[in-house]
């Protein structure tokens, strides 16, 4: 921890921003001008990505299931927000990136959203695959990632860190650095005491959680 870091922050920024970190810059190599679409944007590591991407130069495409948990993307400096449980949220995505789809999708939710977002990428796309916070792992047809040119890429951060320590540190420094700068800023948006841990969980489960939450050992 850095001088003048507390340990609320130190606890919501390791895990959200290390993965996101790692799948952005080291798995998509994603470019300044690019559209990336994330899927959960509202979430830990959604709302570390829409703000890793931004510093990076690229426009967010946040995507979520209610239009609170957009309006918490917007306050990251999401550019585009989609509602995905509305029906044309796929036609909003195809008119946000001028037709031609998003050049990397970052998707830590999996389940239904996943093939038709992978129908929407762009030519040579990178598509993220971060986690399944929806439960159900998804079967995608394999002949989209021909027609497409696309390359689905997975991110596995804790195997990372143990086979490229040294890179991860890297990491870790830049996000410091940008933190240092207000470039990125964890939210946290609620506070638990450990004897209330089962209630933080319920409440994940439950899909109440923006951003992270805190078990504060007291």
Known sequence: ???GMDFDTAAAI????????????????LENGENMLILGAAGGVGLAAVEIGKALGARMIACASTDEKLEV?????????INYSQPDWRERIKA?????????????VGGEYA???FRSIAWGGRYLVVGFANGEIPKLPLNLA??????LVGVFWGEHTKRDPKGNMANMRQLLQWLQEGKI???????????????ALNDMAARK???KIIVLPQ
């Open 146 to 151: 021909l027609l497409k040119g696309a390359s």
């Open 73 to 81: 993307c917007r306050q990251h400096g999401a550019d585009v927000l």
């Open 96 to 108: 946000a990136t001028g037709g031609k789809g998003p050049d990397v999708i970052y998707d830590p």
């Open 115 to 117: 093939e038709p977002a």
């Open 209 to 211: 959680v923006t951003g």
């Open 1 to 3: 921890m850095p001088p």
């Open 185 to 199: 800023k964890p939210r946290i948006s609620a506070r638990y005491k450990l004897t209330e841990a089962s209630q």
């Open 14 to 29: 390791t895990l959200t921003y290390g993965t996101s970190y790692h799948a952005i810059v080291d798995r998509a190599k």
